[in-house]
């Protein structure tokens, strides 16, 4: 695995737990399968990316998906493209006997939420424990899930296009979204970056809240 770095071969196990390769071979097997997976996987984004309307949005996809995979495990990050068609730019599916793991971290491209369309929505899920009694394994899982509506902002529409984008999110906002919106001059410029941000926006806020209600619970007992 040293002679090969890769983010995949980093995180790639043997299907049972605490085995390792003994045969050098077998490892060679393993690059040779990631090769074919990631090339399905690029497949998979060009499709996605085909399908979108517009070229901001072809430009930020990638970068979402970049940013995603940065902050993900592997194997639970799912894109749905425009036709409703799943796929994980992680997954190690090629692995004999592993399970597939629960997405945690989710990006859906063109969405229709009422009467908006979202340009992109990112769920995430955060979870954390709290301690409610006094052995190391009296603990309860608090589970936060949070929705963000990723916006672009449409440019050169008349007077009226900054109220009617102020209403539009204060409906999603008030439905339990975190709206973030973005120029399209700025995407142009660092799309990858203005990825990260909302990323991170969304994975911040969920943090917060889990750490809030942890907080709460052990709160609670020890009144």
């Known amino acids: 695995m040293q002679s090969h770095p890769s983010p995949a071969l980093e995180a790639w196990r043997w299907a049972r737990e ?21 090339s399905a996987e690029a497949n998979k984004l060009n499709h996605a990316m085909k399908i979108l ?7 930020l996809l990638p970068a979402l998906v970049v940013a995603g995979s940065r902050r993900s495990e592997v194997g639970t ?8 068609r799943p796929w994980r730019p992680r997954d190690l599916a090629f692995i004999p006997g592993r399970m597939p793991l629960e997405a945690d971290l989710r990006l859906e491209c063109l969405v229709e939420v009422g009467r908006n369309v979202l340009d992109f929505r990112l769920w995430y899920r955060h979870r954390g424990y709290a301690r409610i ?5 009296d603990l309860q899982e608090v589970s ?6 990723l916006l672009i902002s449409d440019e050169g529409r008349g007077p009226r296009a900054p109220d009617e984008a102020r209403h539009r999110d204060i409906e999603l906002q008030s439905e ?26 969304l994975v ?13 619970i052990e709160r609670a007992r020890q009144e």
């Open 18 to 38: 605490d085995e390792e390769p003994a045969d050098p071979r077998a490892v060679e097997a393993a690059w040779d399968l990631v090769t074919l997976h990631a």
């Open 53 to 59: 309307p517009s070229e901001v949005h072809r430009t």
């Open 77 to 84: 990050f799912e894109v749905v493209d425009a036709e409703g």
């Open 133 to 137: 009694g006094e052995e190391a394994d």
């Open 144 to 149: 936060v899930e949070k929705q963000l509506a």
């Open 176 to 201: 339990g979204y975190v709206v973030v919106r973005f120029e399209r001059s700025d995407l142009w410029r660092d799309a990858i970056g203005h990825a990260d941000e909302a990323l991170r926006t």
């Open 204 to 216: 911040e806020t969920a943090r917060f809240d889990c750490h809030t209600q942890v907080t709460e």
